[in-house]
């Protein structure tokens, strides 16, 4: 090979690179752009009022003017999903080891947990409502349903420890502990964290569907109560502005726990593997 | 240097194990690992030679006879190095770490355990790679640090399954050469399980040649060449006239294992 082409090679394989990333930044962006625009179209030729359907400068208005009610509806929401995770998170792993330390306790309530969380929780949350205050009741619905993803993905990956590294763990002599701090919960790391990824959006679903639910009772305002109250008041445009909020908290939270993914497991996981050449 | 003694480490009497789903792996074997030999036991797959050392490093239990231990310390916590067929290595662990493993579970310190580690990782060549991630090393060198892994305690018996299967030919002979002057500089014993009679002929000095359904001793074969042996002695005559006597006795191991 002639050394022109041994260096043009590279050259073009980055080019072809950097314009791909660009196509992968720029893509959606025109996507979105496209909609508004069409969007913005559908709204003025048709004249429609905004009751029916605002005009995304309208929404975007709203947004800034109803800033004060919406920042401190966020906050809620964002308060109670995160508790929710949290919950979820020590929940799910703390019931992952005790079923993985004792068949008999998995056996006895796994089939409930199953129960949880194939009964739809916009069902539960009602009665929960009930018997419990509301705030408590919000955060047992988001607890629900993000608690089931990290206890089966959890117990998966405890369950799929090497056999060999397992008997290595035993010929030296390692007590359950040890099997369990040193081995068990390293290799289930990566399942975990898949849960938590599921779990994170789940808790937000959960926590939205509690308010709902709680409808026009709710003294606590989270955003799925203003985007109720909202309609009730056919305020329209501030039903789009809170929705806007909604899509970008679950979207920050996925970035955010897609970060802690790649953050602890770069070093030595499969998934984590960056292509080269 | 490291040869034969008339000590006995472990004896084997009448072992005999049968799987829950029926399957007699094993059925009357009997065996003495003698001290600071090179044991290698060979045979066809699924004669049990992999459960044999299994049994001896206490990962699985026998159904039936008895194994005895003339010195107990030989079988403490840390006395028996294990290296599979597969490196068996922690992914989340670098290679210090990895190789740290007995230590950590036998709850010695890392400050107090490095000196031992890091002898024990440029024994197999891999000083410089204690920081590395198993995923950045080669089949060869994620095997190597098994190997320092199960020597770093200085085990008085090393039990080794099919450790070089799944390797290309010129780490295999790389590998087969310097564990070989690991076991001649420590005298550690070993006894080493393959499904090669190349491999068994160059490294041990007694082959235990065994047949299937159940697995048992069909013939033993001494390998009187001294150590230390090289290159040279793969193309030797004498190489060869082994490797024929071992051939003859896996190929009636295994007509033995079919006709029973």
Same mark, same amino acid.
Request: aromatic share 8%; hydrophobic share 50%.
């Given at each position: 090979?002639?050394?022109?082409?041994?260096?043009?090679?590279?050259?073009?394989?980055?080019?072809?690179?950097?314009?791909?990333?660009?196509?992968?930044?720029?893509?959606?962006?025109?996507?979105?752009?496209?909609?508004?625009?069409?969007?913005?179209?559908?709204?003025?030729?048709?004249?429609?009022?905004?009751?029916?359907?605002?005009?995304?400068?309208?929404?975007?208005?709203?947004?800034?003017?109803?800033?004060?009610?919406?920042?401190?509806?966020?906050?809620?929401?964002?308060?109670?999903?995160?508790?929710?995770?949290?919950?979820?998170?020590?929940?799910?792993?703390?019931?992952?080891?005790?079923?993985?330390?004792?068949?008999?306790?998995?056996?006895?309530?796994?089939?409930?947990?199953?129960?949880?969380?194939?009964?739809?929780?916009?069902?539960?949350?009602?009665?929960?409502?009930?018997?419990?205050?509301?705030?408590?009741?919000?955060?047992?619905?988001?607890?629900?349903?993000?608690?089931? /993803?990290?206890?089966?993905?959890?117990?998966?990956?405890?369950?799929?420890?090497?056999?060999?590294?397992?008997?290595?763990?035993?010929?030296?002599?390692?007590?359950?502990?040890?099997?369990?701090?040193?081995?068990?919960? /390293?290799?289930?790391?990566?399942?975990?964290?898949?849960?938590?990824?599921?779990?994170?959006?789940?808790?937000?679903?959960?926590?939205?569907?509690?308010?709902?639910?709680?409808?026009?009772?709710?003294?606590?305002?989270?955003?799925?109560? =203003?985007?109720?109250?909202?309609?009730?008041?056919?305020?329209?445009?501030?039903?789009?502005?809170?929705?806007?909020?909604?899509?970008?908290?679950?979207?920050?939270?996925?970035?955010?726990?897609?970060?802690?993914?790649?953050?602890?497991? =770069? =070093?030595?996981?499969?998934?984590?593997?960056?292509?080269?050449? | 240097?490291?040869?034969?003694?008339?000590?006995?480490?472990?004896?084997?009497?009448?072992?005999?194990?049968?799987?829950?789903?029926?399957?007699?792996?094993?059925?009357?074997?009997?065996?003495?690992?003698?001290?600071?030999?090179?044991?290698?036991?060979?045979? /066809?797959?699924?004669?049990?030679?992999?459960?044999?050392?299994?049994?001896?490093?206490?990962?699985?239990?026998?159904?039936?006879?008895?194994?005895?231990?003339?010195?107990?310390?030989?079988?403490?916590?840390?006395?028996?190095?294990?290296?599979?067929?597969?490196?068996?290595?922690?992914?989340?662990?670098?290679?210090?770490?990895?190789?740290?493993? /007995?230590?950590?579970?036998?709850?010695?310190?890392?400050?107090?355990?490095?000196?031992?580690?890091?002898?024990?990782?440029?024994?197999?060549?891999?000083?410089?790679?204690?920081?590395?991630?198993?995923?950045?090393?080669?089949?060869?060198?994620?095997?190597?640090?098994?190997?320092?892994?199960?020597?770093?305690?200085?085990?008085?018996?090393?039990?080794?399954?099919?450790?070089?299967?799944?390797?290309?030919?010129?780490?295999?002979?790389?590998?087969?050469?310097?564990?070989?002057?690991?076991?001649?500089?420590?005298?550690?014993?070993?006894?080493?399980?393959?499904?090669?009679?190349?491999?068994?002929?160059?490294?041990?000095?007694?082959?235990?040649?065994?047949?299937?359904?159940?697995?048992?001793?069909?013939?033993?074969?001494?390998?009187?060449?001294?150590?230390?042996?090289?290159?040279?002695? =793969?193309?030797?005559?004498?190489?060869?006239?082994?490797?024929?006597?071992?051939?003859?006795?896996?190929?009636?191991?295994?007509?033995?294992?079919?006709?029973?």
């Amino acid at each position: 090979m002639s050394r022109a082409g041994t260096r043009a090679a590279p050259a073009r394989a980055d080019d072809q690179l950097r314009r791909e990333r660009w196509l992968r930044v720029l893509s959606p962006i025109a996507a979105l752009v496209l909609g508004v625009v069409a969007w913005d179209l559908v709204v003025r030729v048709n004249v429609l009022p905004p009751y029916v359907l605002p005009s995304p400068l309208l929404v975007l208005q709203t947004l800034f003017a109803d800033w004060a009610i919406l920042w401190r509806a966020l906050l809620t929401t964002l308060a109670i999903t995160f508790e929710g995770l949290i919950l979820a998170l020590a929940g799910g792993i703390g019931l992952a080891v005790l079923f993985n330390q004792s068949r008999a306790v998995e056996y006895s309530l796994y089939p409930y947990a199953v129960v949880l969380q194939v009964t739809p929780v916009v069902a539960i949350a009602p009665l929960l409502l009930i018997y419990l205050p509301q705030q408590v009741a919000v955060l047992a619905c988001a607890w629900i349903v993000a608690f089931f /993803p990290v206890l089966a993905n959890t117990t998966l990956g405890l369950n799929s420890v090497d056999r060999n590294l397992l008997a290595l763990f035993s010929l030296y002599g390692a007590s359950r502990w040890r099997i369990l701090v040193n081995l068990k919960l /390293p290799a289930a790391l990566p399942h975990m964290l898949g849960g938590l990824k599921i779990a994170g959006g789940l808790s937000l679903i959960g926590a939205v569907v509690a308010e709902i639910a709680a409808g026009s009772a709710g003294a606590g305002s989270g955003l799925a109560y =203003r985007i109720v109250e909202s309609g009730y008041r056919l305020n329209i445009p501030r039903m789009f502005a809170a929705l806007i909020l909604l899509s970008a908290t679950g979207i920050a939270m996925f970035i955010a726990l897609s970060a802690l993914t790649h953050l602890l497991l =770069r =070093r030595w996981h499969e998934s984590a593997l960056v292509e080269e050449g | 240097m490291a040869q034969a003694s008339a000590v006995t480490v472990a004896s084997l009497r009448g072992v005999a194990k049968r799987f829950a789903s029926g399957t007699r792996a094993l059925g009357d074997l009997n065996l003495d690992v003698r001290q600071g030999e090179f044991l290698t036991l060979l045979g /066809p797959s699924g004669c049990g030679k992999s459960t044999a050392l299994r049994i001896l490093a206490g990962l699985s239990e026998a159904s039936d006879g008895v194994i005895t231990w003339p010195d107990a310390s030989a079988r403490a916590a840390g006395a028996i190095g294990f290296v599979f067929q597969e490196p068996t290595l922690m992914p989340w662990a670098n290679v210090f770490d990895n190789a740290y493993l /007995p230590f950590r579970l036998a709850g010695t310190s890392r400050a107090q355990a490095a000196a031992r580690v890091n002898a024990a990782l440029d024994g197999v060549g891999l000083g410089d790679f204690a920081d590395a991630y198993p995923r950045e090393l080669s089949g060869g060198m994620k095997m190597r640090v098994s190997i320092a892994r199960a020597l770093a305690t200085q085990p008085h018996l090393l039990l080794m399954d099919e450790p070089f299967a799944a390797l290309d030919e010129i780490s295999r002979f790389k590998l087969n050469n310097d564990l070989l002057a690991l076991w001649q500089q420590r005298g550690t014993t070993v006894v080493f399980v393959t499904h090669s009679v190349f491999e068994s002929v160059y490294l041990s000095n007694r082959i235990v040649v065994m047949t299937s359904r159940p697995g048992r001793v069909f013939a033993e074969l001494t390998v009187d060449t001294p150590y230390p042996r090289s290159e040279s002695f =793969r193309t030797s005559a004498e190489y060869v006239a082994h490797c024929r006597r071992a051939s003859q006795a896996l190929v009636g191991a295994m007509a033995a294992g079919e006709s029973a």
